[in-house]
């Protein structure tokens, strides 16, 4: 008897029916997914991860990639009303908010380079890490988070949490036993970014693992400074894992997007809230994440290599007051990143002698590396935290978070170390002899 | 989704559970304050769901009516115990309904139960100090037939924990922390 082949992960089906029984006889496992049948990439490399794992050719013409669903909607049969009355409306397809094709092929080849069992993608970093928190916390819950994390994450704990009956409480990362103290009867989760911003802290990943598991409260973390090939949180222990994919993951500055990534039990406890706060990434975006994904093991290679050298350029230089940089041993995290971090990233950040308005100078002068926030695109990008993401603190604040004037951040692209190096050396050039000129 | 329950992920828990029983193991607790005469306020504590944490963040009040020397503000302790039964009932109900993909409409429990005071009172009688009996009565509306609803009704009740809780005896154990104050 032919079948017409299922629209969607043909893995998942209804659970039967219990008529002679109770719900112990209920068949329907969870499994990883949702995915498409037929091109897993598992244990193969990275890089080839990164090229193939979900990536699929078109069925009807064989043009080569994931085409782009740009579609709204999906054609309902019976195996679609059967998936919404089942309850696994998640595997079929019915409307792009709960799912689309797109969204699917690159959602595979994120959860592949997690080692997750499911992943998805959402309209942005912020709209991922709402939608993963509120989904696994409850009424009168409180969290237990860094106390320098990322200004957007900060307003949900600061502005919304209190609105909704929630708590949090803001730690130093550093601090364990703060941490552990922190934590309340009603604690239902720790959250942390694996590296911090700006000074780049590398986090004691495995000892929160511990404390989470001997609470027994779950553990998230944003791994945006750390994409797989740097680091994989959930092989460390880590219950879920959230990146802002406008980063190092789509690598090219061109479209805003998030990922949670984790077993599908939690991916699909947030499901629903992708569904009620309606985050979903367009299909068009899918692709432009999909296709950026591909290149994310050689990117990071290139980072690595350009922040590697003109981390050390900047260390030598006399202009310069210290510089941060976890792969080399004058960080203070050196061990750490050593122990956790697969690889180094482009995150580079260095203090310029003289205080803010030097850092100011030497930023006017660079040719190369563009003044704007963000990072991890294939261009360098450089900000200063006292006019920009941590504008509305006073100096005093910044020094207590480790950001001491002449602060610069900088996101190192892909480009040729010796131009960056070239570029860096005129633009130091060129404030000391301006210094020499206003004298 | 049948009945507002989703089936699939039903499904999925129960053989997780078969898997890794210790999924399955859920803790509860419960503080009671006195606040004033007969009334009491009761408080949830953070529950355990497997092996996390879930907080729980509720609370009720208890009293007795004014004829038995209290104030009225809310239910008394035997209606919350049927409320508890009750509600334990309808969920083991409603959940083997949608396993059964039966499609409801609407389900009503209607509980009675009389007691004697006389063995609260310790006045000497043969009278049991709890209820002798509970009566109840389901009303339901929904796709099955009716010999398709009492044979869930049988299910639901023995697979009730509160239900099976009341009707098998059960070890109360406890202990009493003293503080004495000067007259």
Redesign the interface.
């Known amino acids: 008897m032919s079948k017409t082949p299922v629209m969607g992960d043909p893995n998942s089906v209804s659970p039967n029916s219990t008529r002679d029984g109770w719900i112990n006889k209920l068949d329907r496992k969870r499994a990883e997914g949702p995915f498409f049948d037929g091109h897993r990439v598992r244990n193969q490399g990275f890089s080839t991860q990164a090229v193939h794992a979900g990536t699929h050719d078109d069925p009807r013409t064989g043009a080569v990639g994931t085409p782009i669903y740009q579609a709204s909607t999906f054609i309902l049969g019976e195996d679609q009303y059967g998936s919404v009355e089942g309850g696994f409306a998640r595997d079929r397809f019915i409307y792009s908010r709960y799912g689309n094709p797109s969204q699917w092929a690159v959602q595979e080849k994120l959860a592949t380079l997690e080692g997750a069992e499911s992943a998805i993608v959402f309209s942005s970093g912020m709209a991922a890490i709402t939608a993963s928190v509120l989904a696994l916390v409850d009424k009168g819950a409180h969290v237990v988070a860094a106390s320098d994390l990322y200004g957007g994450t900060f307003n949900l704990f600061n502005q919304e949490f209190p609105s909704l009956g929630m708590s949090a409480t803001l730690v130093d990362s550093y601090d364990l036993e703060a941490i552990e103290a922190a934590i309340q009867p009603n604690t239902q989760m720790l959250y942390f970014e694996v590296i911090t911003n700006p000074v780049l802290k590398v986090v004691d990943i495995p000892a929160l693992v511990e404390i989470a598991k001997r609470h027994q409260i779950r553990l998230v973390v944003d791994s945006t400074f750390a994409p797989p090939p740097v680091m994989r949180p959930l092989e460390l222990g880590v219950d879920l894992v959230i990146h802002s994919a406008s980063k190092y993951l789509n690598g090219h500055s061109d479209l805003i997007a998030g990922v949670a990534a984790g077993p599908r039990k939690l991916v699909d406890q947030i499901w629903p809230r992708l569904l009620n706060y309606g985050g979903s990434l367009d299909p068009h975006a899918c692709f432009l994440l999909e296709r950026g994904l591909k290149t994310l093991p050689i990117r990071m290679r290139a980072h690595e290599e350009s922040a590697t050298a003109l981390a050390k350029y900047l260390e030598t230089h006399p202009a310069v007051d210290r510089v941060l940089y976890p792969m080399l041993p004058s960080h203070p995290d050196h061990a750490r990143a050593k122990q956790l971090m697969k690889m180094g990233t482009g995150n580079v950040t260095f203090f310029v002698k003289g205080g803010d308005m030097a850092a100011l100078k030497l930023m006017n002068h660079l040719r190369l590396p563009k003044q704007a926030t963000s990072l991890g695109g294939v261009e360098s990008l450089i900000s200063l935290p006292f006019n920009s993401s941590q504008a509305t603190m006073t100096s005093r604040q910044r020094a207590a978070i480790g950001i001491d004037p002449g602060c610069v951040r900088l996101s190192v692209g892909i480009e040729d170390a010796s131009d960056l190096i070239a570029d860096f050396e005129q633009a130091f050039t060129a404030i000391s002899t301006k210094e020499m000129t206003d004298a | 989704?049948?009945n507002n329950?989703?089936?699939?992920?039903?499904?999925?828990f129960?053989?997780?559970v078969?898997d890794a029983p210790e999924e399955g193991l859920m803790s509860y607790g419960l503080e009671l304050d006195w606040e004033s005469g007969t009334r009491s306020r009761a408080q949830t504590?953070?529950m355990?769901i497997g092996?996390?944490?879930?907080?729980?963040?509720?609370t009720w009040k208890a009293d007795e009516p004014r004829q038995l020397m209290g104030n009225n503000h809310g239910p008394n302790p035997q209606e919350l115990l049927l409320s508890g039964l009750g509600s334990c009932m309808m969920v083991a109900f409603v959940?083997?309904a949608t396993?059964?993909?039966i499609q409801l409409e609407s389900v009503k429990i209607d509980f009675d139960g009389t007691l004697d005071l006389r063995g609260f009172m310790g006045l000497g009688t043969n009278s049991t100090v709890g209820f002798p009996e509970i009566n109840y009565t389901i009303h339901v509306t929904g796709d099955a037939t009716a010999e398709?609803f009492e044979d869930l009704h049988r299910?639901s009740v023995a697979?009730s924990p509160n239900a099976q809780t009341i009707v098998n005896p059960v070890a109360l154990t406890g202990e009493i922390i003293c503080t004495q104050i000067e007259g």
């Open positions: 989704m049948r329950i989703p089936t699939a992920a039903l499904s999925e129960v053989n997780e078969a504590k953070p355990l092996p996390h944490r879930v907080s729980r963040s509720f959940a083997g396993a059964e993909a398709q299910k697979h």
